[in-house]
């Protein structure tokens, strides 16, 4: 028998225009013991950056206005440059992973996510992180 990662104590902030996407991860990730905030766009995301101080960053790409890769540049620019980040899309094009990955991200995930999966990238993002610093 597997043991589900858990996520006890970790602070994730998720970023997504999409209410029901938002809610999803949420709801996954706290079931897995994180302690979740939303976020609906890159300047609602920073504002709870300033008081929340996660541990991760999951943020969709593609948003109205400022997009995922303008979050993960001002994050890696003005906040923190060693925060793990996972970006989720709807829309894998050719060389959308890459792109992400040079953008700033860890990790690059399509949707419609496999919730298994993505628990256990941002659980392995973690430890990874911990033992490099």
Request: aromatic fraction near 4%; include cysteine; glycine fraction near 6%.
């Amino acid at each position: 028998m597997v043991t589900p990662p858990t996520l006890q104590g970790l602070r994730v902030l998720v970023v997504d225009d999409d209410h029901d996407s938002c809610e999803l991860m949420s709801l996954v990730l706290e079931s897995h013991a994180a302690e979740v905030k939303t976020a609906f766009s890159v300047r609602h995301a920073l504002e709870v950056m300033k008081q929340f101080k996660p541990d991760v960053l999951v943020s969709d790409i593609a948003m109205p206005g400022e997009d995922g890769y303008s979050l993960i540049g001002k994050v890696r620019t003005l906040r923190r440059k060693s925060i793990p980040a996972v970006a989720v899309t709807a829309v894998m094009e050719e060389g959308g992973s890459r792109d992400a990955l040079i953008a700033g991200f860890d990790r690059c995930l399509a949707k419609p996510l496999d919730l298994d999966d993505f628990v256990a990238v941002i659980s392995n993002l973690v430890e990874y992180h911990s033992n490099s610093n």
